[in-house]
C-alpha cells in the first residue's frame, strides 16, 4: 500500500474510533453500506471516492484533513500509473443529439452506464467480405447466448442522478454505484443511498444489457427489506460510452408506472446537469 493512501485510511480509523463510532454506524450516517466502508478502510477499493471522503470528513468533524489526506493519496496513485492517460468527463455537457434524448417509455429507477460500438472479429469481417456475405451481427450472437462485444470497459464506480416523486412533489436523488461487466452484460449496484431512509432513500441491484453499443436495457430491485421499490430502466449511450441517459418506470413510493428521467456519467455533477437539460428540453407533460 502506497504511503500517502496508509496515511489517509489511517486517519479515518482514529478519527472514527474518536468519536465512538463503529464502521456499520458511520456507514449508515454517510449512507453507504458497511460492506463498502469495511473494504475501504482496508484499502481494498485503493483511493476511495471523494464523495465517501468528504462526507466522512464533515460527519467526523475533521476540518479537511481526511480531503486533504485523500487529494495526496490520489496525486500520489495518479503519479504511479506511467503511461496512463486519464480522461476527465466534461463539465458542460451537449446532450442535443436526437438519438440521445429520444428515450420514451419506462425505465428503471437507478442504473447503470455502459456503453460503445460493437466490435466484430477481423477475422470474421475477412471472410464474410471474401464471400459477399454480410458481416454477421453482433445481435445475432446475442440471440446465441454468446456474450457480445463492448468496445470500451463499463466497469468501476459510477454516478446516477434520478428524477422520481413522493407524495406527488418532485425530488432528485444521486446515487453512487458499482457495476460489473461481463461482455455485453452489466451487473450494478448502488453503494449509497442518496437520501435519508426516511426520505424515501434505498439500496437497489440490477442487471442490464447492451444492445448494439446504443441502448441499455434492463432491471432493478430494491435490496433494503420493507422497500418494495422495482421496475425497469430503457437508456440511450452516448456515442464516447462515457454517459447515458434515459426512462425508468415502476413500483414506487407513490404507486404503480411511476416514471421519470435519469441518467448516468462519472461524475455526479455531470448527471445532474443531464437531468436538468433533459426536463428543459423535454416539459413534462409534452
Known amino acids: 500500500m502506497q504511503p ?3 496515511s489517509l485510511l489511517g486517519a ?13 454506524q458511520l456507514a449508515n450516517r454517510v449512507r453507504y453500506q458497511p460492506s463498502y466502508l469495511s473494504k475501504a478502510e482496508r484499502g481494498l477499493l485503493g483511493v476511495p471516492s471523494q464523495s465517501l471522503i468528504t462526507a466522512i470528513d464533515a460527519e467526523l468533524n475533521a476540518g479537511g484533513t481526511l480531503v486533504e489526506l485523500r487529494r495526496h ?22 446532450i442535443t443529439n436526437r438519438r440521445q434524448l429520444i428515450v420514451g417509455g419506462g425505465a428503471a429507477a ?3 452506464a455502459m456503453v460503445a460500438p460493437v466490435a466484430v472479429g477481423s477475422a470474421a469481417v475477412a471472410s464474410a467480405t471474401m464471400e459477399n456475405a454480410p458481416v454477421p451481427a453482433a445481435s445475432r450472437a446475442a440471440l446465441a447466448g454468446i456474450p457480445g462485444q463492448v468496445r470500451g470497459d463499463l466497469a468501476g464506480r459510477w454516478w446516477t442522478s434520478w428524477q422520481t416523486f413522493r407524495d406527488g412533489e ?7 454505484v458499482n457495476v460489473d461487466q461481463a461482455g ?11 437520501l435519508a431512509l426516511e426520505e424515501g432513500g434505498y439500496l437497489w441491484s440490477g442487471e442490464l444489457r447492451v444492445f448494439d453499443n446504443e441502448i441499455v436495457m434492463g432491471w432493478y ?28 418506470v415502476g413500483l414506487s413510493y407513490d404507486g ?31
Open 12 to 24: 479515518i480509523v482514529q478519527y472514527r474510533k474518536a468519536a465512538g463510532l463503529s464502521q456499520a
Open 110 to 112: 437507478v442504473a447503470p
Open 170 to 176: 418532485e425530488i432528485h436523488s444521486s446515487q453512487e
Open 221 to 248: 430491485t430494491a435490496m433494503d427489506g420493507p422497500v418494495r421499490s422495482k421496475g425497469t430502466l430503457f437508456m440511450s449511450l452516448h456515442p464516447h460510452g462515457d454517459r447515458l441517459t434515459g426512462r425508468w
Open 4 to 6: 500517502c493512501l496508509a
Open 73 to 94: 493519496a490520489w496525486l500520489e496513485d495518479k503519479g504511479g500509473q506511467a503511461g496512463v492517460t486519464w480522461r476527465e468527463v466534461p463539465q458542460e455537457v451537449d
Open 256 to 286: 404503480l408506472f411511476i416514471e421519470g428521467w435519469g441518467a448516468m456519467a462519472r461524475s455526479e455533477q455531470v448527471t445532474i446537469a443531464l437531468i436538468e437539460r433533459l426536463k428543459k428540453q423535454h416539459p413534462r407533460g409534452v
Open 184 to 194: 455485453d452484460h452489466l451487473t450494478i449496484a448502488a453503494i449509497s443511498r442518496g
